[in-house]
């Protein structure tokens, strides 16, 4: 009976004008473009410099500033208020105000105080810039003897912690969305209810649906993966089986969650507003763009709640780190835990009767 | 269950505090074409659901071919074949595709379902459409295909809910010829209606109005008991006092 | 005329009816915009620290003590192996790895004597899980920061940065500064305290002046409490908007066309314009509810300022809802399924939105190409435009352009929704 059900999945897909291409294409797009936008790196802040003091000094210190990747100095004025001005025209993101006698001090060795002010409205560059500022600021005095290793990323590039994350995103796009979609577009089609009056089990006909899930979200993994390697040249650290195995797990679970929604939907417009709503939580929530850490602890513990989040640990840390499954144990159990309680979910939440 | 394919006494069926299907009882033979005629809205398709375990009643009790419709609804499904008022087979599948799958559904096995397929499209005049999308069809021809796959697996009951809603006169008339080649071979044909002129191929009817039964017979016992030429003055007679519409 | 206004009225009833679509229509946006508003936050915190120590000295003791005290950081244990401690940063637990010579005591004693370097000999070293390459360059500055104020704050170490020429100063805050640069801080150890490294007013600051150095004093304009709610909102509702009204709109003429009620407007007499007109009209309805509620929430839940004209936000806001629900209705008219049409308008719009609007990544910091196409995003304009309004509490006339250009992109995609619904029409 299941094999029947598979075949007509298969085929209605197949046949469907839209998503064959949409599976492709998506990840295509998103793995040629995105990759290239996420960075936070912050470069090319500008900067407005007021020096009052106008010494050698000073003027080294505005050079050491405008020769660091991060800063360009547009202009130095005299006063402040002036500085200010191009911030509020929006010609600057970061005031540094020198006072008079900086020279005076830092030759009598005493301390000088250097005002950043940063227009902190677009959060990141605010945050980041006045970071980077003071990092150089404070390295005017350093002869800091710390040396620093930056493990698993010693080139501190932002697009290997991307990667692995748009791979997850896409997978828990297209998993979730599409099954969302499903078990609801036959209802306003009609078709559920002969497959109704029939003999069919709930858990087989759950779980043809899902199966064609499985077959999308490894079809993606594909196109990501070697998209990742053949433009971006990178290639997890560690055992490609355990992506697979996360990728596995992880899809019986989103797909679920797709297929729980449509089952409680009366329209398809509801499911995808529905779905929306959840997929948005699980990017903006699960540490995907920002650090869970950062958030408030009622945050984390939504965060941890939420199946992406595992997810997108394992995928990094594959990628990244190299773990192994033992390395990923607390991950993988939340994973199994997820997809067997939504699983379950999906197939007791689908009624055959009004 | 002893003779009868169908057995239900009182069964009610409420949504809030509107009663769709009012302490309704009646038994319908092995072998018989059962006529469940009633206006738009008299709580024939809700009566209709109930039997084919798409809905829990109320209240009320009833066996259909055998199996309790409150415990046994999986079982019943097994027995039965059902066709929608609403088309509601696969518009993005072939004609064969379909039939295929509801054939594996029900368990016809792999090597029987093929031949099958052929000698119904056969029948049909279909053969020539096997490989045809059937959301290109005619409706008319729909509707037969949505019988041929009803039937296909040699249900003990077929419920037909308005079956011939919105075809042409002669395609009605070649489907009723189905219907009869259906209840030759001892299938039990349940099937509602608003066409009164089809009642009177029936072997007994019932006639709903506001969720109860108020008629219950065969056609010319009607007709005498309600003095009445034909099923559309009885219907016309019975429909009259409906105060839901 | 009167064609029109019955028109509207069935596509209110419409919508009205199912109650269920139009619950989750207004839940939903204020959930997220508290959940996310909240919950958004680049500023790093939690980080979690292993000491790797041969011996464990008093100097080690107290520095840890320094580190634990400190809001940001957190010891999650103290190892004599740094395998071990590099075991814990593969399995993600710790973020990054402080190791220390053995023999510091020792060495800051004599050193003392000889007023040479201790550490340059065996250095103080950082191993920092790089992985996010973003926090990883925040976190060892605020760990190398925390460092420098125990050397310079102890007298026993201080001399170490008097050798290396100018000392090191990790502009550990005082109350003094905390007033002059960011006067506005309410809650101390947010803004500067975070960058200074430590939080305001510890100590540390007593051997201010071994030599000149320079104290960063950073002063965060415009949201002086780095309160994450107040950059992020602008941004959440700029998505969230775009993407909600499109996904209203973009089902509508589509399940039309599905349902085969589409041959009755074909064969009515009534104006593809209006037809669009009075599709949009009721969820141009909800959506004003949906950005009062919203405007509500950031005012008195988030503590967005809201300090430019309120007159002038909602009127852009409303542009911009006019444009989003005309995106639908584009989208609508291109595709041939409901399916194609909510996935359009969903999914494959949330990552554009997210990405290439700056509502979490720069958009200066994207390369040339990249930044031309953000600006064929909607949410772009309207994200600024919101920043400058609610947040800056700037004019108008600092808006007019992002005004100009969502009206025209509004102006255009009714035109091309327009010109699509008649050719399907005739």
């Keep these: 009976m299941l094999k029947y059900l598979i075949e007509k999945e298969f085929k209605q897909f197949f046949r469907n004008s839209f998503l064959p291409r949409l599976i492709i294409v998506f990840p295509i797009m998103i793995m040629l473009v995105m990759p290239w936008v996420a960075t936070l790196d912050i470069r090319g802040v500008n900067v407005t410099v007021a020096d009052s003091d106008r010494s050698t000094l000073s003027s080294r210190l505005i050079e050491k500033i405008n020769a660091s990747e991060y800063f360009s100095v547009r202009r130095v004025t005299l006063s402040y208020a002036d500085a200010l001005e191009d911030v509020d025209d929006g010609l600057s993101d970061l005031v540094l105000d020198i006072p008079s006698g900086y020279a005076d001090s830092l030759g009598r060795g005493k301390s000088c105080k250097i005002l950043v002010a940063v227009n902190a409205v677009n959060g990141t560059k605010g945050y980041l810039g006045g970071n980077y500022m003071a990092g150089i600021l404070s390295g005017t005095g350093a002869g800091v003897d710390v040396s620093v290793l930056n493990m698993y990323n010693p080139t501190l590039n932002y697009r290997q912690f991307m990667i692995p994350a748009f791979l997850a995103v896409l997978i828990m796009m297209l998993c979730g969305f599409l099954p969302a979609l499903n078990i609801v577009s036959e209802k306003e089609k009609g078709t559920i209810e002969q497959i109704n009056v029939t003999p069919v089990g709930k858990f087989q006909f759950i779980f043809a649906k899902l199966i064609p899930y499985w077959l999308i979200g490894f079809v993606v993994l594909a196109i990501c993966f070697l998209l990742g390697w053949l433009v971006y040249g990178y290639l997890p650290a560690g055992s490609f089986i355990v992506i697979l195995a996360g990728t596995f797990v992880f899809i019986l679970g989103i797909s679920s969650i797709g297929l729980i929604i449509s089952n409680y939907s009366q329209s398809m417009q509801q499911s995808m507003l529905v779905m929306f709503f959840f997929i948005l939580i699980f990017n903006l929530m699960s540490g995907l763009f920002t650090p869970v850490r950062s958030m408030p602890g009622w945050a984390q513990t939504i965060a941890a709640c939420i199946p992406p989040k595992y997810f997108i640990e394992i995928l990094r840390g594959v990628y990244q780190r190299g773990c192994g499954f033992s390395d990923l144990g607390i991950q993988f159990a939340a994973l199994t835990i997820f997809a067997v309680f939504f699983g379950l979910s999906a197939v007791l939440t689908y009624r055959k009767r009004a | 269950m002893g003779e009868n394919a169908i057995e239900v006494r009182n069964l009610t069926k409420r949504f809030g505090d509107f009663t769709a299907v009012d302490h309704i009882s009646f038994t319908v033979g092995k072998g018989e074409i059962f006529g469940f005629l009633g206006a738009n809205g008299a709580g024939k398709s809700t009566a209709m659901k109930i039997l084919c375990g798409l809905s829990l009643p109320t209240e009320g009790e009833g066996t259909v071919a055998g199996y309790d419709i409150l415990k046994e609804t999986e079982s019943i499904k097994k027995s039965i074949g059902y066709m929608s008022q609403r088309f509601s087979l696969y518009d993005d599948l072939t004609v064969a595709e379909n039939i295929r799958l509801y054939a594996g559904i029900y368990g016809v096995s792999d090597k029987e379902i093929s031949p099958r397929t052929d000698k119904v499209l056969a029948n049909l005049d279909f053969t020539a459409e096997k490989n045809t999308m059937v959301g290109s069809l005619p409706l008319g021809w729909k509707q037969k295909l949505a019988f041929s796959v009803a039937v296909f697996h040699h249900p003990k009951i077929v419920f037909l809910d308005e079956p011939t809603g919105g075809v042409d006169p002669v395609t009605r008339r070649q489907f009723w010829e189905m219907i009869y080649k259906t209840a030759d071979k001892g299938i039990t044909v349940f099937v509602t209606t608003h066409y009164m002129d089809e009642a009177e191929y029936c072997d007994r009817v019932s006639i709903m109005v506001d969720g109860r039964i108020e008629a219950l017979g065969s056609p010319s016992a009607l007709k005498s008991g309600f003095g009445a030429n034909n099923m559309d003055d009885v219907f016309q007679k019975l429909a009259r006092k409906a105060e839901r519409g | ?426």
């Design chain 3, 1 to 426: 005329m009167g064609s029109r206004v019955t028109f509207v009225k069935k596509e209110f009833f419409h919508i009205l009816r199912d109650k269920r679509t139009m619950l989750i229509l207004i839940i939903m946006p204020i959930v997220e915009i508290i959940l996310f508003g909240f919950a958004i936050s680049v500023e790093i915190q939690g980080i979690n620290i292993a000491v790797v120590t041969s011996d464990m000295g008093e100097t080690v003791r107290k520095i840890e003590e320094k580190i634990d005290a400190n809001p940001y950081f957190k010891i999650a244990g103290t190892f004599y192996s740094q395998d071990e401690a590099l075991k814990m940063m593969r399995v993600g637990k710790i973020d990054m790895i402080l190791r220390f010579p053995s023999g510091l005591d020792r060495k800051i004693l004599s050193s003392n004597h000889e007023r040479k370097s201790v550490l340059s000999a065996s250095p103080v070293r950082i191993i920092v899980d790089a992985s996010n390459p973003n926090t990883a360059v925040t976190e060892q500055m605020y760990l190398k920061n925390v460092l420098m104020s125990c050397f310079s704050g102890e007298g026993a170490v201080a001399a170490y940065g008097i050798t290396s020429g100018i000392s090191f100063e990790t502009s550990a805050v005082t109350p003094e500064e905390t007033v002059r640069g960011t006067s506005a801080v309410a809650s101390s150890g947010t803004a500067s305290g975070m960058i200074g490294g430590t939080p305001a007013g510890t100590s540390g600051v007593a051997s201010i002046g071994h030599e000149g150095n320079v104290v960063p004093d950073i002063r965060l304009m415009y949201n002086p409490g780095m309160q994450s709610s107040y950059n992020f909102v602008p941004g959440i509702m700029g998505m969230i908007m775009i993407i909600i009204c499109a996904m209203m709109t973009s089902v509508s003429i589509v399940r039309e066309k599905e349902n085969g009620t589409m041959e009755v407007l074909l064969v009515s007499p009534v104006k593809p314009l209006t037809v669009i007109i009075s599709k949009m009209i009721p969820y141009f309805v909800i959506s004003s509810i949906n950005l009062a509620v919203i405007l509500l929430l950031a005012k008195f839940v988030l503590a967005v300022p809201l300090s430019g004209s309120l007159f002038w936000t909602c009127a852009i806001s409303m542009v911009y809802i006019i444009l989003s629900l005309a995106l639908g209705m584009l989208i609508s008219t291109l595709v041939k399924t409901q399916a194609a049409a909510m996935l359009s308008s969903a999914m494959l719009l949330l990552l554009p939105v997210i990405m290439l609007s700056g509502m979490i990544f720069p958009i200066e910091s994207e390369p040339h190409f990249f930044q031309w196409i953000s600006m064929t995003v909607p949410a772009r304009w309207y994200i600024s435009a919101m920043r400058k309004l609610m947040v800056e509490g700037q004019q108008l006339s600092a808006v007019l352009p992002e005004l100009g250009i969502l009206s025209g992109m509004a102006v255009l995609l009714i035109s091309v929704a327009l010109f699509n619904l008649k050719s399907r029409l005739e």
